[in-house]
């Protein structure tokens, strides 16, 4: 069963900058995050493919950057620009290669400070 392993959340004040990792056991097809806030819902925040097609929420777009490195199954969402609103839990998620199905990974929180 392939697993998700996030790292890199944490505490930041606004305007900053924080790099979320997201690092898969098996092999994967298109891998994202998704962000969930206190009280809302789990809303996309962008996407990546195998080939390196990408696509972003337009709240993020210009300030956010997702890219992988697929010899090492993992993927990387690059902050910039942080705002109070970016607070929240980032999940990330993969297809996993060959299948249907998706796994998720834990969870990281992520808290922009004023």
């Known amino acids: 069963q392939v697993q998700l392993v996030e790292s890199g959340g944490g505490l930041v004040q606004a305007g900053g900058s924080l790099r979320l990792s997201c690092a898969a056991s098996g092999s994967v097809n298109t891998m994202g995050w998704y962000r969930q806030a206190p009280g809302k819902q789990r809303d996309q925040v962008a996407a990546i493919t195998n080939g390196g097609s990408t696509n972003y929420a337009d709240s993020v777009k210009g300030r956010f950057t997702i890219s992988r490195d697929n010899a090492k199954n993992t993927m990387y969402l690059q902050m910039n620009s942080l705002k109070l609103e970016d607070t929240a839990v980032y999940y990330c998620?993969?297809?996993?290669?060959?299948?249907?199905?998706?796994?998720w990974g834990q969870g990281t929180q992520v808290t922009v400070s004023s």
């Open positions: 998620f993969a297809k996993i290669r060959f299948t249907n199905s998706y796994v």
